[in-house]
Each structure stands twice: as C-alpha cells, then as structure tokens.
C-alpha cells in the first residue's frame, strides 16, 4: 500500500479561537500530518488583547512553542494556518510555504478587511455578518477567498456577542474545511479559492473605535447602535460628556442604560 505523504504544518494564532482551531489540527497529526509546532504570543509580548496565555495553552496540548523571530521556523512547513495572528506575514515567509498560508479571518471580505468588523458591521448597519477562510498574500486581508460562512445580526447583539457568535462560527468552518484542505495538500495541490473583488473592499485600523463619544444629536436607533456596537468588555464603552465627566452607556434588552462612570461615581 501506498503510503500517505505527512503534509508539514505550522500553526499561527492567539486567544480561545486560536487555540480552539490548534485543538482540531492536532487531531490529524502523526497520521495525515505532521505538526512541527506552533508560533503564539509570548506571554512578555504586548499584545491588543488577550482572553488567555496562549503559551499555556499551547504547552497543555504537548505542542512544540516555534519563535517567531527565527528566520528558520518557517522553513520546513509545507502548509501554514492562522488564526487570530497578531502579526503581519512577509513575502519571505509567504514564498516558502508550499501549499500556502491559510487564515481564518473574524470578518467577511472583503468588506471588512482589518480590526473591529464586529463592531463596524453594527455601526453599518448590516443585517449578517460573517467569518472567511481565506488564503495570505502581503496585502492585508486581501488573499483569494476559500470559503466564507455566515450568521444574522440580531437587533439585541452588541460587539461582543456578534464577536463571540462569530468565533463559534469560526470554529466550525475551520474543523469542517480542514479534511479537504489537508487531503489536497496531500496530493500536491491547493484548495480552490476566488479572488477578491477590491473595488468592494473597505479597511478598518485597529484604532478605528477610538472615538467612543455618542453624538447626542443623533437620532435614538443611531445612538443605540452606536452604544451597543462599542459594548465590549474589557474595553472603554460608549459614553457622553457631562460637566466634563465621562457617563458610560451600555444596551440592555433594546434599552440604553447608564453606568457608573469607570473612574467612581455616576
């Protein structure tokens, strides 16, 4: 019998998605792959935010910790996933791996290329949203698309349900794609992918959401939207100014409600 070539395969990622998707890859190794190791955030490193201590995780899992900053970690990976990956691959990086660099993109593309789409697709006014299986090329977000995989946007949802809703999606289409994808790499081939269409692509900056101050003007439903799209804990929420004072909103079953300003005090 023929035996099956193990495809090389590299994980990129971060947070609870990341290590929810490492969790399916291992599934396959030492059968239909082999898992050199995989490459996260370093727990000293400054990151945007973090739900857990992805090196832990990693290190639970009995899965080899690659570094990042080592020219030769990624030269023997045939195949490259990424999830939730904090930094940006080079052209150097790009050309060497065989049967490319595959990320799972929080968004659907390519209309919200970048950070915050969650939020974003609340403020725009959009009725579903998405999350993309896409392939890595150095343009940011801009790869051929593999598969994109959608949800509706309830009028209740703020940025961090549609958030959480959307990486439980995530999970899905990355455990559900990952068969093919492995099976094609087997046989020297990549999986098919669409390009993107640039002209419908917008690019939303990590620092899109600093502004987090309501327009009081606006119309009700504006402000609602507004006020339940930037409810995402940990982070700073909505709020108008008062005497100079922040009051911070949050939404709660349709309602805008104050709370108490973060610094003490209402």
């Not at 832990?56 to 690659?66: A, S, T």
């Not at 990355?174 to 640039?198: C, H, M, N």
């Amino acid at each position: 019998m023929r035996s099956i070539y193990r495809v090389k395969v590299i994980f990129c990622g971060a947070r609870k998605l990341g290590i929810a998707c490492l969790k399916e890859l291992k599934k396959y190794d030492r059968r239909e792959i082999e898992l050199i190791g995989a490459v996260m955030p370093g727990k000293e490193e400054k990151v945007w935010w973090s739900d857990i201590v992805d090196e832990d995780e990693v290190k639970k899992l009995g899965i080899r910790l690659l570094d990042r900053k080592d020219p030769a970690a990624f030269n023997q990976a045939d195949l490259l996933f990424s999830v939730l990956y904090p930094y940006i691959f080079k052209q150097k990086v790009i050309g060497k791996v065989k049967y490319g660099l595959i990320n799972l993109h929080p968004a659907p593309l390519p209309g919200y290329r970048g950070a915050n789409g969650n939020a974003h697709a609340i403020l725009n006014g959009e009725k579903k949203f998405g999350i993309t299986l896409h392939y890595i090329t150095e343009e940011v977000d801009a790869g051929p698309v593999i598969r994109t995989s959608w949800l509706k946007i309830f009028p209740h949802d703020t940025g961090k349900t549609l958030y959480e809703r959307t990486h439980r999606l995530g999970k899905k289409l990355f455990a559900g794609l990952l068969p093919l994808i492995l099976s094609e790499a087997q046989k020297g081939r990549k999986v098919e992918a669409v390009p993107q269409l640039d002209a419908s692509a917008r690019y939303y900056s990590r620092d899109s959401l600093s502004d987090k101050e309501v327009n009081l003007l606006f119309p009700y439903k504006k402000i609602y939207d507004f006020v339940r799209a930037l409810q995402f804990p940990p982070f700073e929420p909505a709020y108008f100014l008062y005497k100079n004072r922040k009051i911070h909103l949050s939404v709660n079953k349709g309602r805008i409600i104050l709370l108490r300003n973060l610094n003490g005090g209402l």
